[in-house]
C-alpha cells in the first residue's frame, strides 16, 4: 500500500526457463517510443505460462508462493464483478498483491459498484487500507460501503435530474468515518485484555487510524448518454492516493492528482480515513468510447500519468471491454519491484455507431 510495498519478493526461487527473461524494463513512467509509420509497435508485454501478463521485467514475481493470509474472518484474494448497465460496460477486479500473498497478510484494497434503484446511475468507490494498520483491510471495506450507499441514497432521491454538484460527498464522508470509528471500538472492546467500558469520545480519529485507515476515490456516472450523447459524471479523490484516468482516443489523461507527479522525490505520505475533509468533485462529460479507470495505487504506481509501457499495455487491452476473468489477469500484471495490492474499475460508455 501507498508505495511502500514496491520491493521484490524476498523469499523467493529464480524463474526457470519457462520463467520469463526480457531486456531491461522501462522506467515506471517512461515514455514509449512509438514505431515509424508502417511498422508495428514493440512489444513490451506478453503471456507467462502460467496465463498472467508481463509487463517489462517481472523480475523473481512468477516463483511467488502464495501463503493464507491469517484472518479470523476469511477474506477472498481476488474479487471481480462485471456487467452492462444502460449503454455503459464496467469491469471490477481487487488482487492481493505479490508482497501480501507471501507474508500471509490479507488484501487490503477494497471495492463497491452499485447501481440506483431506477437504473439511471452507475455508483463506486475503490479503496486501499493502509499497510501499518492490522484493521485496515475493514476500513477500506467500510470506506467503500457507506459512501456508495449514501451516494445511491442522495441519487435515488432526484432521479435522472440529480444535481451532481450538490451530491452529499461530506456525508458519505461522515458515515464512513464513523463506520470505521465504530468498527475499530466494536474490536477494541470486546479484547480479551480490555477490562473497561471504552466510550466514543475517548477515541479520536487520529487513535483509529493508527490501526485501521484506508483511502478512497469514488465515481458517479449517468448509465444513458444525455442528449449531447455524452454521459454525465463525477470523480472524487476523497483521501490518500487512489486515482482515477480518463482513457480517449488511445491516451491516457489524469482525472485526479498522480501520485508523486512533479515531485522530485517521490512520497509515501497519505492522508487517509478516517478523517474530516471536505470532497471536491471533479465533473467529467464522457464521450462515446471513453473509458473511466478508478485504480489503487497497485496500478497507478507504475501507470503513472499513464504515457509509460504499463499505459499502453492498459489501453490496448481495454480498447473495449474484456472478459471480465480476463480483465483480472490485465489488473494483475508482473511488473518488477510493483507487489502492492492491485484494484481497478473501469466503465466504458458505448462507441458511436
Known sequence: MTGTERAEPSDVREPDAAGVALAEP???????????????????????????????????????????AVLVRRRPDLAVDGC?????DYRAASLRGLSHLETGKPR????AVAVTRDGHWLVGCVADGVSAGKLSHR?????????????????????????LGKLRWD??????????????????????????????DEVTLADVRQHMSSTAV?????????????????????????????????AW??????????????????????RVVTPEPNAIQLRPGDVL????????????????????????????????IEFAHQVGFYRRTFVDDRTAVAVWTAAEP
Not at 452492462?84 to 455503459?88: E, N, P, Q, T, Y
Not at 487490503?108 to 471495492?111: A, P, V
Open 139 to 163: 476500513a477500506a471495506d467500510l470506506a467503500c460501503e457507506k459512501i456508495v450507499s449514501e451516494l445511491i441514497d442522495g441519487l435515488a432521491e432526484a432521479g435522472i435530474e440529480a444535481d
Open 26 to 68: 522501462a522506467a515506471d513512467d517512461e515514455a514509449v517510443t512509438p514505431a515509424e509509420p508502417g511498422e508495428m509497435p514493440p512489444t513490451h508485454w506478453r503471456r507467462h505460462p502460467n496465463g498472467r501478463w508481463i509487463v517489462g521485467d517481472p523480475g523473481n514475481q512468477p516463483a511467488v508462493v502464495a501463503t493464507p
Open 84 to 88: 452492462r448497465v444502460g449503454s455503459l
Open 293 to 324: 479507470a478508478v485504480i489503487s495505487d497497485g496500478i497507478g504506481d507504475p501507470m503513472g500519468s499513464g504515457g509509460g509501457v504499463v499505459g499502453r499495455f492498459l489501453a490496448e487491452q481495454w480498447t473495449s471491454p474484456p472478459d471480465t
Open 171 to 200: 456525508a458519505a464522508v461522515d458515515s464512513a468515518n464513523d463506520a470505521i470509528k465504530n468498527e475499530f471500538l466494536r474490536t477494541l472492546r470486546s479484547s480479551r485484555n480490555q477490562q473497561q467500558e471504552i466510550e466514543a
Open 218 to 250: 469514488a465515481f458517479v456516472v449517468a448509465t444513458h448518454p444525455g442528449p449531447d450523447g455524452t454521459h454525465r459524471s463525477l470523480v472524487t479523490a476523497i483521501a490518500g492516493d487512489s486515482s482515477a484516468l480518463l482513457l480517449r482516443d488511445g
Open 108 to 111: 487490503q484494497d477494497s471495492y
Open 253 to 274: 489523461s489524469p482525472v485526479t492528482a498522480v501520485k508523486g507527479a512533479g515531485d522530485e522525490v517521490a512520497s509515501s505520505e497519505v492522508r487517509p480515513l478516517p
